[in-house]
């Protein structure tokens, strides 16, 4: 009912930036809240930032000052601006669209998954 698709992931070297952007698509009703999560090798999946559908930001700790997070309601995409990169950002970055369908309830979406690569 709902499709995240995500792009902007690749490999650069420690400092540089990548912008990663997630488009939702289908029959959707609204969109509340939209998030950034990652998940390196052999760790959870931890939370990087997250955007209300009023533009209200939050970020993890470890990102704050080097990510941005935006949306562009118009377009239901989400972006990640990230600055400063490190080796220890290293992760798949998955999109997350808490969305309500034209035919259900309020439900969480996942994208398929980018990935970024930080070398040093």
């Known amino acids: 009912q709902v499709q995240l698709v995500e792009s902007g992931g690749g490999m650069v070297q420690a400092g540089g930036s990548l912008r990663l952007s997630c488009v939702a698509s289908g029959s959707i009703f609204s969109i509340t809240t939209m998030g950034w999560y990652r998940q390196a090798p052999g760790k959870q999946r931890d939370l990087v930032a997250t955007i209300t559908s009023g533009g209200i930001t939050n970020y993890a700790d470890s990102v704050k000052g080097r990510f941005t997070m935006s949306r562009d309601n118009t377009k239901n995409t989400v972006y990640l601006q990230m600055n400063s990169l490190k080796p220890e950002d290293t992760a798949v970055y998955y999109c997350?669209?808490?969305?309500?369908?034209?035919?259900?309830?309020?439900?969480?979406?996942w994208g398929q998954g980018t990935q970024v690569t930080v070398s040093s």
């Open positions: 997350y669209v808490n969305a309500r369908p034209r035919s259900g309830p309020l439900y969480g979406y």
